[in-house]
């Protein structure tokens, strides 16, 4: 499934696979002046054809090397003839050879998203160019070690990846990393922006009020959870008084969308403990 929205001068497409008619596990792409921002999994490439025929894409970027995000640039690059897709020099050997981390993909993502085939890119600079806009290049490690958001100043656009997703994310992937995503966050605030675009879907407007109430949410949390840590709570016990029960999400991702990858981060963050998490570089 390829569905397509505008937001003025940006196009947003949701793409997903279809289990028994629903969409499972969808992510966004988003067109803007002959730029694509990421091209989406490998199970949408059949559409993929036929949902941007009519957008003339000039150049793509990627904002991380994740399966979802640039599962189609072999389709572009083969049948749009486009060559000129960007990435972060941190994402490059790995979109160039997936190889050397999808094997540690879990089940979901494989039926969610797929094997992405290998692709070539190339390195992003600070500042990447259309005909009538021009964006900076914020690298946002966190998420991934090669996450980058992209600003439009002058329109007040971030494009933010996965860094965002929403207000209030009780969980963690198991690979991400809480001291770097805060700095990340922290980092974003600093420039000016009104509209936020995630590759979850959502689109965020007065965006840095809301980025202010993430990080809020997040620090607090974290100070909870250090507290209790240096008590000697156990990081299980932690999770189950400040949090609750683990999400419906947490059994069919074997544990990648966590409770306890929240917890566990945040005692990793004063610890200097290697993170628990299955980094994927
Ligand atoms: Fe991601």
Redesign the pocket.
């Known amino acids: 499934m390829i569905n397509a929205q505008r937001y003025g001068d940006v196009t947003q497409f949701i793409m997903g696979r279809l289990i028994d008619g629903q969409p499972v596990y969808t992510m966004a792409s988003y067109y803007i002046d002959g730029l694509l921002i990421d091209t989406g999994p490998v199970h949408v490439a059949d559409e993929i054809e036929a949902a941007f025929a009519d957008f003339p894409i000039e150049q793509i970027v990627n904002t ?1 090397h ?1 399966e ?2 640039i599962g189609n640039n072999i389709v572009f690059q083969q049948k749009r003839g486009i060559q000129n897709i960007y990435a972060h020099p941190l994402a490059m050997p790995l979109i160039e050879n997936p190889a050397l981390w999808t094997g540690r993909l879990r089940y979901y993502q494989h039926f969610a998203w797929g094997d992405p085939p290998p692709s070539k890119v190339l390195p992003l600079e600070a500042v990447l160019k259309t005909r009538r806009y021009t964006f900076q290049i914020i690298h946002t490690p966190g ?2 070690p090669d996450h980058i958001c992209l600003l439009e100043p002058e329109q007040g656009w971030l494009f933010a990846g ?1 860094v965002f997703v929403r207000e209030k994310v009780p969980t963690l992937r198991s690979d991400e990393n809480i001291k770097e995503m805060l700095a990340s966050l922290h980092k974003l605030l600093q420039y000016e922006f009104s509209t936020l675009y995630c590759s979850s879907g959502t689109v965020v407007s007065n965006a840095k009020a809301a980025l202010k109430r993430k990080i809020a949410y997040w620090e607090e949390l974290g100070e909870k959870i250090i507290k209790l840590y240096k008590e000697g709570i156990e990081p299980e016990e932690i999770r189950e008084r400040l949090l609750g029960k683990e999400t419906v999400l947490y059994g069919p991702s074997e544990g990648d969308f966590g409770k306890i990858n929240l917890v566990n981060s945040f005692i990793q963050s004063i610890t200097n403990q290697p993170d628990s998490g299955e980094e994927r570089q």
């Open positions: 991380h994740h979802d995000h998420h991934s996965d």
